[in-house]
């Protein structure tokens, strides 16, 4: 057996189709992949359903349901953390699963196993057989953790052994949860759907009762008047009630009553959504509490769906990555996304006149003169620009990474001179240059990024200029590679700038910049706004670079 | 029939089950989830399968699906956009299907039907009965948009057909597509996973045959050589393509070839996630290379999970949202969870013993007067934490709410030097009153904050003060109202602040302050990080909060 991710926990449903894909496995394969675990399941029965009611059900058979656990084709082959079952079918199903799971777990711990006791569809149609009941009740609540009946389920449990089976009031609601606990399971939550009730009754019983305790989700915490006072007065509120009892304790999960037709499934959705907390080793009060909103949200946020009851959504809580994560094949998904994303422009700014003049050999050289006093000019900004990162880092880390960069600008500045010199510009020429409006474009839009946001988008905006020369560096040295290559090597002029930019020390600074660009948007994945602010500023810094090479071609 | 959602586009899938979760219906569902798609499922057998292969295999007999379907249990209902064929086991269950949906659709525009030609799983048991090739080709292949064969799927469909039915090169692969195309679906997407290529391989294909597209995905871009050299020589890399044929076009996915054994379900996946694509409207161009690219990524970050062939990874592209989305009942979730979430903290801060003194009226008058000299300097540092929000925003209303608050603030602070003057504190005095500690902290901590951050972190910064006082107003108010109150109204010296913060005035600047926070939580969902970084702003102004209430009952 493979033990299976953490990050994924393996579950199991054991219960009926629904064709129509609110309810049974369908709506418990989707509620085990919005709580991101591994959905299992075992088809008892199929059903032809849909929002208005249940059309037909044809029963697998307990020979098959063996035969697909008896077989461990699942138990065997996956290690299941919790698992769940719903609509049974008949006895012969029940006697079938109790004793695939006995004899698979005998001799090691059986995960967590929440019973869905499904008898009745919303639409009146049977879903167990009704002497099947009794074989629920004697051989499957025992090895039960959680059962998780509603208002006529539990009815009709309790009234089969003649136990009181009235489930009107509050009070009445709390007996027949000590009464099903009687009956075997671990712990039972008796689901409140169909009673309305108000604070008022919550505090009687409360007070009636010590040591009952109360989960209030949505509304009625403490301390949240400036909320209630635009969301109108919870006092006065009509709530649901969940009770759960354990050996130890009662407690009550009280939460907005909602006027919804889309509640088809919510039965399965709230036990699978236990499922999965139990999965994740919470207790039986955690799982409960968040299946509990969870599945209250799915009802809230559901989308119209047929002509009936419709199902709940399912994914609310789900969000798509704008950047994918890194694999093998693919370790900087992000960097390739933004280039990919501006791909034009980068083409533009990489593949520019003045590269290929340059790497020819035929680039004039007061066009080059003037990028390199420019190139000296930006480079001021460009040290500032992390000095402001420097400013807004967190951690010391940050702190450092930033000022050896601008520590390796102060040197590059030193050898520009140098360079320059050789081009016949001394420093008191530098010094005395005007600065181009293109420098300036480009600088001073360094600075406000860097005022405006966080580190994240100052990040981006060093980062054209950093892997742009980088890229520009490769593939000229990749073109001076090819046979009949156009890149003239021997006697060009600008041979020391292209060597610079394709060279080893160069390449290590823009393999430090990709890998921190990645680890950002790994460690904070980008909302698709963030994303489109980030790729923005990139797309922005791509075209001020652009406009650099402009200005040098035009002298501007 | 309900129109659903556009957002939640429904789908269908046709199709057998697998037990342990990873291909047939139970791998559609996972996928159809994982793209925000509404699943439903028409289930024609049911198997007994895992990693390691298939135990068993039980048909539902085709009168079964064609009840479903001809009931219309799914169709009548639910308004498909989509929809996919996998495994349909034999020859009757795959007239029944045909039958059903040419009935249903007679004289509506059928949705895009993907079909994926299931004929023998991975580990050699066969899925489809041999007679029902034949059966699927002339009855299925007509009403088909994209039949998505593999190579040992599309040789057999030849041969049955009497083509040219050998596939070993990317030559043969094409001729197949184009051979596949002539037996009646719409277009063809040959999948190449069981042929090892090279960038040579498409060059020389692509040179000979002109109108070839090629689709680069992964790797193998232009421009991207700073990636290629950090992840090596994408000309040498092993390749995997994917060959479409549509009437006009022929299209090549290639991507890079990754060695795995977690491919179980694979095929399925891919045509799942196509039918996610053509849902929402994406032409099958884009709905493959989507497809392609989510299939290979989860491939790629499979966790391991089981003994042979493991699943793949479905839910790798999803996040769960750290912030609820709104709903009527919880129409402030964002708030609810920074309060929830720093419960005990804001309690300390609301209930502070400034705060009940002050409403009981026997707080000291010399707190109070060393409270408002201090909250007079506050003011300052609150103001210029607005300026430096203005300077941060991006939109003009933006710049105007920020500056608004401002001119709040000098507002306040003229009624706030009547306020100080009817205590006998002169300007004179107020100006010259030396800082305290807690308000140096506390303002310095807001300037910081806007420093550092971007407007979101500035924005929580200052909800603290703006909120809590409205909690403390309202707090206030409401236990004035309580019968056999402690809050002392009459005689109070401290009557006008309280009613100050629990007034019309003040409470219509909370409730704009929650809906600012609410709707940045909505527009930028935070990642987890994210959220924590914004917790934590808040949860420090709030200790702060705290702290200049600590201060004036100290007089520090």
């Given at each position: 057996m493979s033990a299976g991710s953490t990050e994924y926990p393996a579950v199991l449903t054991i219960a009926g189709t629904d064709s129509s894909g609110g309810a049974g496995i369908q709506a418990d394969l989707k509620t085990f992949t919005a709580h991101l675990c591994y959905g299992t399941s075992v088809v008892v029965a199929l059903t032809a359903q849909n929002t208005t009611g249940v059309q037909a059900v044809h029963s697998c058979g307990p020979k098959f349901i063996e035969q697909q656990a008896s077989l461990h084709s699942v138990l065997d082959d996956v290690e299941i953390k919790a698992m769940k079952t719903g609509m049974l079918f008949d006895a012969a199903s029940i006697r079938a699963v109790v004793g695939t799971l006995k004899t698979y777990y005998t001799g090691k711990a059986m995960p967590p196993l929440v019973c869905d006791?499904?008898?009745?569809?919303?639409?009146?149609?049977?879903?167990?057989?009704?002497?099947?009941v009794d074989v629920m009740i004697s051989e499957l609540f025992p090895v039960t953790h959680l059962v998780t009946p509603n208002k006529s389920e539990a009815e009709l449990i309790l009234s089969t052994r003649g136990?009181?089976?009235?489930?009107?009031t509050l009070e009445e609601m709390l007996d027949a949860g000590k009464n099903l606990l009687t009956l075997g399971p671990q712990t039972v939550l008796l689901k409140g759907g169909h009673l309305t009730v108000t604070m008022a009754d919550i505090d009687r019983v409360s007070g009636a009762r010590p040591g009952l305790h109360v989960v209030r989700d949505?509304?009625?915490?403490?301390?949240t008047e400036i909320l209630q006072v635009v969301e109108g007065d919870s006092a006065e509120a009509r709530i649901v009630v969940d009770v759960l009892h354990t050996a130890s304790s009662t407690t009550l999960y009280i939460r907005p009553r909602i006027e919804s037709?889309?509640?088809?499934g919510t039965g399965c959705t709230l036990s699978a959504a236990v499922v999965c907390g139990l999965s994740r080793g919470e207790n039986v009060e955690t799982a409960t509490r968040n299946a509990t909103v969870y599945t209250h949200l799915g009802i809230e946020t559901a989308f119209p769906l047929g002509q009936g009851y419709g199902p709940l959504n399912?994914?609310?809580a789900l969000t798509v990555r704008s950047v994918p994560q890194p694999t093998r094949?693919?370790?900087?998904p992000f960097t390739r996304l933004l280039i990919q994303s501006t791909a034009s422009i980068w083409k533009q700014y990489v593949e520019h006149d003045f590269v290929k003049q340059l790497a020819r050999g035929t680039l004039p050289r007061e066009c080059f003169i003037h990028f390199i006093k420019q190139d000296y000019l930006y480079l001021r900004y460009y040290a500032r620009a992390y000095g402001l990162l420097a400013a807004k880092s967190a951690t010391f880390p940050q702190i450092k990474a930033a000022t050896d960069t601008i520590i390796n600008v102060v040197n590059e500045v030193n050898t520009h001179k140098t360079f320059c010199a050789q081009w016949g510009i001394g420093e008191a020429e530098l010094l005395a240059t005007p600065e181009s409006p293109a420098t300036t474009a480009y600088g001073a839009y360094l600075l406000d990024v860097g005022l405006q946001g966080d580190t994240s988008r100052l990040t981006m905006a060093v980062a054209a200029c950093l892997l742009g020369y980088g890229e520009v560096g490769l593939w000229l040295r990749k073109e001076a590679q090819r046979p009949h290559t156009w890149v003239v090597t021997e006697g060009n002029p600008y041979r020391q700038w292209m060597d610079d930019y394709g060279g080893a020390h160069y390449q290590g600074a823009v393999r430090v910049g990709i890998e921190t660009i990645e680890a950002l948007a790994q460690a904070d994945p980008p909302s698709p706004a963030r994303f489109d602010e980030w790729r923005a500023v990139w797309e922005r810094c791509t075209l001020l670079e652009k406009g650099f090479w402009d200005m040098a071609m035009n002298l501007a």
């Open positions: 006791p499904v008898c009745v569809s919303t639409s009146g149609h049977t879903l167990l057989q009704p002497d099947a136990l009181p089976s009235t489930i009107e949505g509304l009625f915490e403490d301390n037709t889309s509640t088809h399912h994914m609310h094949s693919n370790p900087h």
